[in-house]
Nanobody, 123 residues
C-alpha cells in the first residue's frame, strides 16, 4: 500500500511553533519530491513548501519564507515542515503530497496526497 500520513497538527498560539511530519510508506522518498500544501476555509489550496530529492533544493511560498523550514530524513522516509512564528493566517489543513518527479514545481503532477492535518493558530 502507498500512504502519506501527516501528523503534528494542532492548536498553537500565535508566535508558537509546530513541526509537521509526513511519513511515507509503500514507496521511497529517495526519488520523490514532497510538497506541503494548505487550504484555509473558503480559500484555494496553496503550495507552502517543497523539497526536491534530486538536489535537495527547497521552495517556500513568500508568505512563509523565514518562518517555515522543510527537511527530509530519507532513512525514516519522512519529510518535515518546521513552522515557527505562526500567525493566525497560517490556520489551515496542511497536506503533504508526493510529486510525480524528483523535482519541485507546479508543472509536475501529484502522485499521492495525504489526508491532511489541521493547524489552528489562535489564542
Amino acid at each position: 500500500q502507498v500512504q502519506l500520513v501527516e501528523s503534528g497538527g494542532g492548536l498553537v498560539q500565535p508566535g508558537g511553533s509546530l513541526r509537521l511530519s509526513c511519513a511515507a510508506s509503500g514507496f521511497s522518498l529517495d526519488y520523490t519530491a514532497i510538497g506541503w500544501f494548505r487550504q484555509a476555509p473558503g480559500k484555494e489550496r496553496e503550495g507552502v513548501s517543497c523539497i526536491s530529492s534530486s538536489d535537495g533544493s527547497t521552495y517556500y511560498a513568500d508568505s512563509v519564507k523565514g518562518r517555515f523550514t522543510i527537511s527530509r530524513d530519507n532513512a525514516k522516509n519522512t519529510v518535515y515542515l518546521q513552522m515557527n512564528s505562526l500567525k493566525p493566517e497560517d490556520t489551515a489543513v496542511y497536506y503533504c503530497a508526493a510529486k510525480r518527479s524528483s523535482w519541485c514545481g507546479p508543472d509536475y503532477g501529484i502522485r499521492y496526497w495525504g489526508k491532511g492535518t489541521l493547524v489552528t493558530v489562535s489564542s
